[in-house]
């Protein structure tokens, strides 16, 4: 909002430098002098509706201005700019596309004006064309700033091999590393080629992603599909298995499909074991899962999940608590696990609430420390502010 208002004001300014130096050129004024007599009058009278609040008034003003007066670039540029941010494409293309059909244009402002041009185009989701427009610019000093738009042209339009090909040449540009994307165009490509049914052609796009960023976790993920799509459990759990010496946060991710993968090949014991030692390294909610989905013992369970609740006080672990409901063991310490856990996650639960500021208070104030009103906090807790009828 604020910014849209500084683009109006911007305009007059503009305008007045522009009509200025029109001024100075007296010789060309005498000889126009029939069109020129006209810009300054819609030109004050845009200014006029723009300073009594009326935007849309001040933009027709404007545009008579600028038809009036068609050597003001920067104007088109700035009216080209508003519409854009307005939303009405239609007519920043209209404004550009009038500024690209000058033949006296000199170089640098048509590529200017095709830049502005191809911004409409993909703000208007007219990707095409924003495509052959940018794909213009890669030969001219804009090349940077059009092959970042192409490469998000492509992976809007998920055309893998040309976003691969793109980011290539942005790093050999000197514009930053683009290893970890490029690895993710790799993986995306390959699951075309696997829902395609080409599985030597999906295995080659993961060799080249672990070859794009080596630390790369998804390429292993993708690996154990293709391997499970080829019946063969024992590389997809290993392939998984890598994962652990990579990355191994990201082995939660996998835990779930590992325990099944474990069970299919009889190895249950083994799993658990390999699990508990990932749990304990990096503990998460989905690797005690996969360890509980391997444990036969009820009371083992339960103690697995109790322990994970005390030393993490996690509520998603207490649900788990709660799900092993036929537990011969004695309640209590589970009570107090899960109150801790409550606890921890009712903090910012139970304060007060500004009602005018949204300042929260773990005390009733009658006088908000931060809006300084006066009984702004409605009696409630923030958990229970529905309570209050309207
Ligand atoms: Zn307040």
């Known amino acids: 909002m604020e910014f849209e208002l500084w683009w109006l004001l911007a305009l007059p300014i503009t305008f007045a430098l522009g009509w200025l130096a029109s001024r100075l050129d007296l010789q060309q004024w005498r000889r126009e002098g029939e069109i020129r007599r006209d810009a300054p009058v819609a030109y004050f009278r845009g200014l006029n509706f723009l300073l009594s609040e009326q935007q849309d008034k001040a933009i027709d003003a404007f545009i008579e201005a600028v038809t009036a007066d068609p050597n003001t670039v920067d104007l088109h540029f700035a009216l080209g700019n508003l519409f854009r941010r307005r939303g009405e494409y ?8 009038n500024l690209l059909s000058r033949a006296d244009l000199p170089a640098a402002e048509r590529q200017r004006a095709q830049v502005a041009l191809a911004q409409d185009f993909f703000k208007a989701g007219l990707l095409d064309r924003a495509e052959s427009v940018y794909t213009a610019l890669t030969t001219t000093p804009y090349q940077p700033e059009a092959l970042a738009a192409l490469l998000q042209i492509h992976e809007r339009t998920k055309e893998w091999p040309r976003a691969i090909d793109i980011a290539g040449q942005l790093e050999r540009l000197g514009a930053g590393s683009y290893g970890r994307q490029i690895a993710h165009y790799w993986c995306e490509l390959a699951l075309q080629h696997q829902q395609a049914g080409d599985l030597p052609a999906a ?5 080249r992603a672990m070859q794009a960023q080596p630390q790369a976790v998804r390429p292993w993920q993708l690996r154990a599909a ?5 019946h063969d459990p024992q590389r997809a759990l290993d392939n998984l ?4 010496q990579i990355q191994p946060d990201f082995t939660a991710l996998v835990a779930l499909e590992m325990a099944r993968l474990f069970q299919e090949l009889g190895q249950s014991e083994e799993g658990r074991a390999w699990l508990i030692t990932q749990l304990q390294g990096y503990p998460a909610i989905d690797l005690l ?4 989905q391997l444990e036969n013992d009820a009371s083992e369970r339960y103690h697995l999940a109790l322990g994970y609740l005390q030393t993490h006080q996690s509520l998603l672990a207490a649900r788990r608590i709660l799900d092993q409901a036929s537990s011969p063991i004695s309640p209590e310490p589970a009570r107090l696990a899960l109150a801790q856990a409550l606890d921890g996650a009712m903090k910012s639960r139970q304060r007060y609430r500004c009602a005018a500021c949204g300042f929260e208070a773990r005390n009733y104030t009658w006088h908000c420390p931060a809006c300084q009103g006066w009984e702004t906090y409605p009696p409630r807790r923030t958990e229970e502010l529905q309570l209050i009828a309207p």
Do not use: G
């Open 203 to 207: 295995q080659d796009a993961l060799d």
């Open 90 to 97: 239609e007519r920043a293309v209209r404004v550009h596309q």
């Open 241 to 244: 298995r890598h994962i652990a």
């Open 289 to 292: 899962d996969a360890v509980l």
């Open 226 to 230: 293709l391997a499970i799509q080829s």
